[in-house]
């Protein structure tokens, strides 16, 4: 096929490109993705067709209506007009360069290939990264229609739950490969993960506080060793997680805060405040708060996986709305505020007999 077209110099911004990948290796990720754009760059660029003159669709090019866009070279031109682009005076457009593109891995080449050579050429700042994500298979199998095997996500959430099918697909698999949704994990990560490790853990500490403390936070008295572990481990989690967070490692993120969640599981068992309840009404009512200060951090840090359960547990944990952002994690809340009555947050899931 042979026609009239416009055609950007791709060819003229190979060493620029490789350059850009070698001394900015947070631009693009995963490792595998950037591996990946690096050796098709070095086999070498050819210009890139950015106009056509066969049909009529498409957007029109300036001062010459017999061409229009090729797709790529519109399409990706959209996070900048979005933003009131060519007005660099426009009120949205600080917030370009973009923190990050978050984009499917088989449009990669698209992204980190033409788009930031787009952008040198227009000598416009590029994006701080371009991450690929991976698909979604289903019980092992690429979702297809014709196989019929694609699962609305508006299913899942009426059986399982909103935040439940959030926490799933950030905490399966590793964000950025391949990931297989699977029935069987998800209810999995539902009873042990958010059941059992969290939803225990709340709801015995916070029953043990409101039978035994008046339904009001108790305070801190003198610290064991085992205390001040457990709050130390607390208050490192919001770098711990900042860390995983700024390479995109969302599960490994998630496994920081459950790190917290089995030692609050562990030391709770190891202090026995039920026990302590018989003979040292001091040190149960300490043994509440550290577990109290712990969960606090938790339900914290995780709003932006479980924001609505959350909401729930930091209504129970007697946390005001004013205090629910990261930079309140330094500031301890007063002892003898009033706690509503607990409830559960993560109901165990049984299958139905005739989904078994």
């Known amino acids: 096929m042979r026609e009239p077209s416009y055609f950007f110099r791709l060819s003229a911004f190979e060493d620029r490109l490789l350059g850009l990948y ?11 993705r950037r591996n990946e754009i690096v050796s098709f760059v070095k086999q070498g660029l050819k210009d890139l067709s950015i106009s056509r003159t066969s049909f009529k669709w498409g957007i029109p090019v300036p001062n010459d209506p017999g061409h229009v866009m090729y797709v790529w070279f519109d399409a990706l031109t959209n996070y900048l007009s979005a933003l009131g682009y060519p007005d660099e005076n426009a009120e949205h457009m600080k917030y370009w360069p973009a923190s990050a593109h978050i984009v499917g891995k088989d449009i990669i080449r698209f992204h980190a290939v033409f788009w930031p050579a787009f952008l040198m050429a ?8 371009v991450y690929a ?14 196989v019929g095997n694609v699962i609305d996500p508006r ?3 009426q059986s399982f739950g909103l935040d439940p099918v959030r926490f799933f697909l950030l905490r399966e698999v590793p964000f950025g490969g391949d990931s297989d949704l699977s029935r069987r994990s998800l209810i999995n990560r539902l009873n042990v993960e958010l059941a059992n490790d969290l939803g225990n853990l709340a709801q015995r500490t916070l029953s043990l506080i409101a039978r035994n403390c008046d339904a009001s936070l108790p305070a801190f008295d003198t610290l064991s060793e085992d205390d001040t ?7 490192l989690l919001p770098d711990l997680m900042r860390g995983q967070l700024a390479r995109f490692a969302l599960t490994d993120a998630l496994e920081e805060v459950w790190k917290l969640i089995r030692a609050c599981n562990s030391y709770i068992d190891r202090q026995a405040p039920w026990a302590l309840k018989k003979t040292d009404l001091v040190r149960m009512a300490t043994v509440l708060r550290v ?4 969960l606090r951090h938790i339900a914290i840090l995780l709003q932006p996986y479980m924001p609505g359960t959350m909401d729930k547990l930091l209504i129970q944990l007697g946390v005001a709305q004013d205090k629910r952002d990261f930079a309140s994690l330094a500031e301890s809340l007063e002892a003898g505020i009033a706690l509503p009555a607990p409830q559960g947050l993560f109901p165990r ?5 005739s989904a078994a």
């Not at 227009?122 to 990264?129: G, K, N, Y």
């Not at 994500?133 to 014709?146: A, D, L, Q």
């Not at 572990?229 to 208050?235: H, K, V």
């Open 349 to 353: 899931y049984v299958e139905p007999e």
């Open 22 to 32: 070698e001394q900015h290796p947070e631009f693009l990720g995963p490792s595998g």
């Open 229 to 235: 572990t457990l709050l130390a481990s607390a208050s």
């Open 155 to 157: 299913d899942l959430v």
């Open 133 to 146: 994500n991976g698909w979604w298979t289903i019980e092992g199998e690429k979702m297809s229609k014709s």
């Open 291 to 294: 577990l109290h200060e712990a």
């Open 122 to 129: 227009a000598e416009i700042d590029l994006p701080q990264s």
